[in-house]
């Protein structure tokens, strides 16, 4: 597990022996790449292919050759994919990845739109089935691409070998970060302290300096360097002492809770270098665009959930006495309390047990104070433990959404009670609505505890935008369906 390769006066720790075999490490990224580009382009068939099922119906023929399409398309689709950086995808979270597939491939059939119109081949037909052969692929395209990714990190097959460099234990920090986020496409196998290089300065890049570390990275087949930072301030020398080494040298930093610098883009003026960070949730476009999004989920969610919400109902009032809705008075924005609306889970008393249990059982009351939800809740009711394991208990809120008093994803509402406990971030919270659902639960759900909770919450409001949304809300329908961390 432990090997050492030492040089004259360095030495680069192997920290990993799980090594892939030593052409995939050479060839990683374009091993990737491949990977990526021919899940695409099966999507992108099999998506074409469903739209001409459509298109076989009665009355829709047309003579067009779809193999020319498809072809026009694969090849407009990757050009644009690569362009955005998409292949191998290296460092793209998963938001960020499907924001860029789902802009791409729609430009993509733009293009091709556009081209079959001005050969004259367009017609309504055709119109129908790239109209569907669009909508099949922003769903098969970020599927097929998240299923092949973990498919090769199963199989050990995905992520491209790479260095950290930095202190000793911030760069095993950050080498368990993305061992464990393999998806992010870099395989840390092997750490280079930054006080056995202190020798590495910019005249070590010469061609005729011999340098022990480039020496030892060309070896391993280490071509790019992840180097740990937590002062801006020595971005230029130490980029200045590792590019000459590395063909790609990566800053990384530690957020520790912090996210002011998420989605940071570089501004290039010339002399000078700007560092460019938006607040997405003051964009009032953004503002705009999110609640048409709830207005249109509440109100579809709530005229197609009616018959169940009836039957839920029912069961809840054969089940215990008491109503079928339960309300709480919660903080939303801007610190204006509102009535939150549930199923009913628990008994009419619930409060007065709670008290008489977490007086007379110590241990109950500390999980309480962590987490501030208990595992076996003794005021859960039996029909309300079938409706928290599948969360059916939230569906309520969707009036609540309705009315604007919370959205479909956002932090989650702040019990009056609880308001002491956000501190001085209390104003980031309450900046926005509350949420059905949100980062927090789609990472752990009832397992996490409270104060990581909070961090979710605000690590969600600080990297805010549509694609993170998304990301939650098809997560949230995963962690439902197949995770068992909720009570």
Sequence with gaps: M????????????????????????????????????????????????????IRRLPGLVVDLDYNQVYGLLAVTLLLMFARKGLYPAVGF??????????????????VVIVITFALEHGSLTLRLVMLLAWAFSLGLIPAARYLVRRLLIRWRLWGEPVVVIGDLKAAQTLAEHFRINLQLGLRPVALLPTERCAGCQAGCNGPEVTCPVRAQARGLKLQTALVAIDDLGVIDDLVERFRGIFHRVILVKHKAGRYGLSGLQV?????????????????????????????????????CLAPLFGLLALWIRLDAPGGVFYRQARLGRHGRPFQLL???????????????ELARD???????????????????????????????DEFPQLWNVLRGEMSLVGPRPIMLNQRLLYGETFGDYSSVAPGMTGLWQVSGRSQTTFARRAELDLEYIQRWSLWLDIYILVKTVKVVLWEKSAY
Excluded at 22 to 43: F, G, H, I, K
């Design 93 to 110: 979270n998963y938001v960020d990845e499907l924001g860029q597939v789902v802009s791409s491939a729609s430009f993509s059939f733009l």
């Design 342 to 356: 549930k199923f009913r889970s628990m008994y009419r008393d619930a409060d007065q047990v709670l008290s008489g």
């Design 362 to 392: 110590p241990a109950l009351k500390a999980e309480w104070d962590s987490h501030q939800k208990l595992k076996r809740d003794p005021r859960i009711t039996r029909a309300g433990r079938f409706l928290r394991k599948f969360s059916l």
């Design 267 to 303: 501004l290039d003026f010339s002399q000078v270098l700007g560092l460019e960070v938006r607040n997405n949730l003051l964009n009032p476009w953004a503002q705009l665009f999110k609640r048409a999004i709830d207005l249109l989920g509440a109100g579809v969610g709530l005229l």
């Design 2 to 53: 432990q090997n050492a390769i030492t040089g004259q006066e360095m030495e680069i720790k192997i920290e990993s022996d799980q090594r892939q075999a030593p052409v995939l490490d050479e060839y990683a990224r374009p091993w990737m790449t491949l990977a990526l580009a021919l899940s695409d382009l099966l999507s992108l068939y099999l998506a074409l292919a469903l739209a001409l099922q």
